[in-house]
């Protein structure tokens, strides 16, 4: 028989950790769930947990440890609170693979951790290579942790690679939906509500990808995420935008040919390719069709009106703590943006001024990227008041 890879996924409740779970579920010959966590949301991790019966969960939210325990307690499911367990438990022995989903720097020390403990990592959490990409990349090659990257593009560019270790990449090209505002001007969303930037055209994603998807925040730290999983110059990553997410990504390689990685935008593909990863497994995911009528377009990024885009290459460019400073301003941005605290404009608004106003460090270390985290948080919030 063949052993199931053993699957622990942080943040089993949000979009990434309930998709995560409908692919185990259509192949329990191949994986088991061994760790689910959760944040707040006790009731589906406690639903979660009957369905799938790990070996242990964490409730980040220590005011619901008793509920869930108490839920769980006829089970032989170990139950653990607060955020330090999340390190605690991702240092385990009893998994293979962590699925990282948690949302945001709140993913970064679990994953730390995973890595530390030689785990392969299915890393949806790309905040965690935008802040310290230099350390997770580093510590992941000293501990022969795998990383495999879960986010649509990046998983299309890693496939691309598949078999071409040896070949020069001469660039990658992102694609990018341009999200729910494309071809807007700042006219148009300097008015835009949340509500309506909350209403993605081809994905179904949590609040702040979304949000960061709307202003193509999430396309410049997706270039930053690329920089560290491919280890590429800035200059080889160009973004262009491709609305109906169809191609999910191009590599170009040094004799000019392009391979692209193509299908309909469901997130339990590249899941499920990070999980099965080296092999594919069978899947009932709708298939794209050529033979009804289609259009493929590609356009350049209106960067003059979605000038996160900018803000970001000059993070990815300048290098250091920026990216850690930009993706700090952003949370707190989009966060404020969500609770109808800030405008639209006003989230670039403020990413910027933080980059103008934290001290810049070139090399960080891991505790001087916790520090400029939470200056820039702390910096942004000031700003909200404005
Ligand atoms: P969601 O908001 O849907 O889910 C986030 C998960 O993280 C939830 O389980 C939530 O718990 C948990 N969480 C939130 N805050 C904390 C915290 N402070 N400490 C511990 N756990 C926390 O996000 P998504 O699933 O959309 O995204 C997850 C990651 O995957 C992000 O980094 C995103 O950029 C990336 N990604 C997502 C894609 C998508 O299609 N959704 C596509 C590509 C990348 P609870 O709900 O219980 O509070
Ligand atoms: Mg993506």
Same mark, same amino acid.
């Given at each position: 028989?063949?052993?199931?890879?053993?699957?622990?996924?942080?943040?089993?409740?949000? /979009?990434?950790?309930?998709?995560?779970?409908?692919?185990?579920?259509?192949?329990?010959?191949?994986?088991?769930?061994?760790?689910?966590? +959760?944040?707040?949301?006790?009731?589906?991790?406690?639903?979660?947990?009957?369905?799938?019966?790990?070996?242990?969960?964490?409730?980040?939210?220590?005011?619901?440890?008793?509920?869930?325990?108490?839920?769980? *307690?006829?089970?032989?499911?170990?139950?653990?609170?607060?955020?330090? /367990?999340?390190?605690?438990? &991702?240092?385990?022995?009893?998994?293979?693979?962590?699925? =990282?989903?948690?949302?945001?720097?709140?993913?970064?020390?679990?994953?730390?951790?995973?890595?530390?403990?030689?785990?392969? #990592?299915?890393?949806?959490?790309?905040?965690?290579?935008?802040?310290?990409?230099? #350390?997770?990349?580093?510590?992941?090659?000293? !501990?022969?942790?795998?990383?495999?990257?879960?986010? %649509?593009?990046?998983?299309?560019?890693?496939?691309?690679?598949?078999?071409?270790?040896?070949?020069? @990449?001469?660039?990658?090209?992102?694609? +990018?939906?341009?999200? $729910?505002?494309?071809?807007?001007?700042?006219?148009?969303?300097?008015?835009?509500?949340?509500?309506?930037?909350?209403?993605?055209?081809?994905?179904?994603?949590? *609040? !702040?990808?979304?949000?960061?998807?709307?202003?193509?925040?999430?396309?410049?730290?997706?270039?930053?995420?690329?920089?560290?999983?491919?280890?590429?110059?800035?200059?080889?990553?160009?973004?262009?935008?491709?609305?109906?997410? #169809?191609?999910?990504?191009?590599?170009?390689?040094?004799?000019?040919?392009?391979? &692209?990685?193509?299908?309909?935008?469901?997130?339990?593909?590249?899941?499920?390719? =990070?999980?099965?990863?080296?092999?594919?497994?069978?899947? !009932?995911?709708?298939?794209?069709?050529?033979?009804?009528?289609?259009?493929?377009?590609?356009?350049?990024?209106?960067?003059?009106?979605?000038?996160?885009?900018?803000?970001?290459?000059?993070?990815?460019?300048?290098?250091?703590?920026? $990216?850690?400073?930009?993706?700090? =301003?952003?949370? @707190?941005?989009?966060? +404020?943006?969500?609770?109808?605290?800030?405008?639209?404009?006003?989230?670039?608004?403020?990413?910027?001024?933080?980059?103008? !106003?934290?001290?810049? #460090? +070139?090399?960080?270390?891991?505790?001087?990227?916790?520090? %400029?985290?939470?200056?820039?948080?702390?910096?942004?919030?000031?700003?909200?008041?404005?």
């Amino acid at each position: 028989m063949i052993q199931k890879k053993r699957i622990a996924i942080f943040g089993s409740t949000g /979009s990434i950790g309930t998709q995560a779970l409908e692919v185990i579920a259509a192949h329990p010959d191949k994986f088991s769930v061994e760790v689910l966590t +959760a944040h707040t949301n006790d009731e589906l991790l406690i639903k979660q947990s009957l369905q799938f019966n790990p070996n242990m969960v964490v409730i980040g939210d220590e005011k619901k440890y008793q509920k869930v325990k108490e839920a769980l *307690a006829k089970t032989d499911v170990k139950v653990f609170a607060g955020e330090d /367990s999340l390190e605690e438990v &991702a240092a385990m022995d009893c998994y293979d693979i962590m699925i =990282a989903a948690i949302v945001g720097f709140a993913g970064l020390k679990s994953t730390l951790s995973a890595i530390e403990n030689g785990k392969t #990592i299915a890393l949806a959490n790309k905040e965690t290579l935008v802040v310290a990409g230099d #350390i997770v990349m580093r510590k992941a090659a000293e !501990k022969n942790a795998q990383i495999i990257p879960v986010d %649509s593009e990046h998983s299309a560019i890693f496939q691309c690679l598949t078999g071409e270790s040896r070949n020069k @990449i001469e660039k990658i090209i992102l694609t +990018a939906s341009g999200g $729910p505002f494309l071809g807007k001007k700042p006219n148009f969303l300097v008015n835009v509500k949340r509500d309506h930037a909350l209403q993605h055209p081809n994905w179904t994603m949590g *609040a !702040k990808i979304t949000i960061d998807s709307a202003t193509l925040m999430n396309k410049g730290l997706e270039m930053i995420e690329a920089k560290w999983l491919f280890n590429l110059r800035p200059d080889q990553i160009q973004v262009i935008i491709h609305s109906q997410s #169809i191609i999910h990504s191009m590599v170009q390689f040094e004799d000019g040919s392009m391979k &692209a990685q193509m299908g309909l935008p469901d997130m339990k593909l590249p899941i499920q390719y =990070a999980l099965a990863y080296p092999q594919r497994i069978q899947s !009932k995911f709708p298939r794209y069709d050529f033979k009804k009528p289609n259009t493929l377009n590609f356009e350049e990024p209106d960067v003059k009106t979605f000038r996160n885009l900018t803000l970001a290459t000059d993070a990815l460019n300048k290098g250091g703590n920026m $990216p850690c400073i930009l993706n700090a =301003a952003n949370e @707190i941005a989009v966060f +404020a943006f969500l609770r109808n605290r800030i405008g639209f404009l006003d989230i670039t608004e403020m990413v910027e001024r933080t980059m103008n !106003k934290i001290s810049f #460090i +070139a090399s960080p270390t891991l505790e001087e990227y916790f520090e %400029s985290d939470g200056e820039a948080r702390n910096f942004a919030a000031t700003l909200i008041q404005m």
